[in-house]
């Protein structure tokens, strides 16, 4: 294990990258790291590029997050999960299509345990753009292959449809599933907030869309910026209730 002039190998960078507490200090460690002379063993090389990556998504230079998310393209370490971040990154960077392009790459060469995530990631992004039966898609196949998450995925499948104007029967059925399993803690109240809504449970509604809402301005600068069209729509929502009252 090769080590610099500080007596450091990459994997002390890596290491100290990881712990950092601000981006700066994450992006400075990762840098460094990739500039340690020698040549870096591919997994820690992508690891160090990811911390970069993070880095400066958290930052909101998300040209630039994506730019590194490519460069760990090809190196052959979680390639599924890369294209992944390379969509989110760009996504934020304003290029939905491209975006597109980079989820359904990560839905092909995912292995199994991840398929249903990757397409359910592309379902949510269409469904936020509006594109309802292409987003219908990507939630079916995410329902198809998934498991412990499967409510989550039918439960936006619902909305999808409903979105393109196809009438859906059962939704009480939907919320109660979803909300007994530990997607509907997290991200899932999105979704349950929106079928109460349309399943004329508006009390339910508002609790659930000011859940998420609340829990997703106490967490991560990173997870407020990737469930920015999340919280609009639900902010949106709450408003046409407060109007409608």
Same mark, same amino acid.
């Given at each position: 294990?090769?080590?610099?002039?500080?007596?450091?190998?990459?994997?002390?960078?890596?290491?100290? *990258?990881?712990?950092?507490?601000?981006? /700066? #200090? =994450?992006?400075n460690?990762?840098? +460094?790291?990739?500039? !340690?002379?020698g040549? %870096?063993?591919p997994?820690?090389?992508a690891?160090?590029?990811r911390?970069?990556y993070l880095?400066?998504y958290?930052?909101?230079h998300?040209?630039?997050?994506?730019e590194?998310?490519?460069q760990?393209?090809g190196?052959?370490v979680?390639?599924?999960?890369?294209?992944?971040d390379?969509?989110?990154?760009?996504?934020?960077?304003?290029?939905?299509?491209? *975006?597109?392009g980079?989820?359904?790459? /990560? #839905? =092909?060469q995912a292995?199994a345990? +991840?398929r249903?995530f !990757?397409?359910?990631? %592309?379902?949510s992004?269409?469904?936020?753009?509006?594109?309802?039966?292409?987003?219908i898609?990507?939630?079916?196949r995410?329902?198809?292959?998934?498991t412990?998450?499967?409510?989550l995925?039918?439960?936006h499948?619902?909305?999808?449809k409903l979105g393109?104007?196809i009438?859906?029967?059962g939704i009480s059925?939907?919320i109660?599933?979803l909300?007994?399993?530990?997607a509907?803690?997290?991200y899932?109240?999105?979704?349950?907030g929106?079928?109460?809504?349309?399943a004329?449970?508006?009390?339910?509604?508002r609790?659930y869309?000011?859940?998420f809402?609340?829990?997703t301005?106490?967490?991560?600068?990173?997870?407020?910026?990737?469930?920015?069209?999340?919280?609009?729509?639900a902010?949106a929502t709450?408003?046409?209730m407060?109007?409608?009252?």
């Amino acid at each position: 294990m090769p080590r610099d002039r500080r007596g450091l190998a990459p994997e002390d960078y890596l290491a100290h *990258a990881l712990q950092a507490k601000t981006a /700066a #200090a =994450r992006a400075n460690w990762a840098q +460094r790291g990739l500039a !340690h002379r020698g040549s %870096l063993e591919p997994t820690t090389k992508a690891m160090l590029l990811r911390q970069l990556y993070l880095a400066f998504y958290a930052s909101g230079h998300f040209q630039k997050a994506y730019e590194i998310a490519l460069q760990m393209v090809g190196l052959g370490v979680l390639e599924d999960v890369v294209q992944q971040d390379c969509a989110r990154a760009i996504h934020a960077a304003g290029d939905i299509d491209l *975006a597109v392009g980079h989820l359904r790459l /990560a #839905a =092909r060469q995912a292995p199994a345990s +991840r398929r249903a995530f !990757h397409w359910w990631t %592309l379902g949510s992004l269409l469904f936020l753009a509006g594109r309802h039966p292409d987003a219908i898609a990507a939630f079916s196949r995410a329902a198809r292959w998934g498991t412990r998450d499967k409510p989550l995925y039918r439960g936006h499948l619902a909305l999808a449809k409903l979105g393109a104007g196809i009438q859906i029967r059962g939704i009480s059925q939907l919320i109660v599933k979803l909300a007994d399993c530990p997607a509907g803690q997290g991200y899932g109240r999105f979704v349950l907030g929106h079928l109460a809504y349309h399943a004329d449970r508006w009390d339910d509604a508002r609790a659930y869309l000011t859940r998420f809402v609340e829990r997703t301005a106490r967490g991560h600068a990173a997870m407020a910026m990737a469930l920015r069209g999340e919280v609009e729509m639900a902010r949106a929502t709450l408003a046409s209730m407060q109007k409608a009252s």
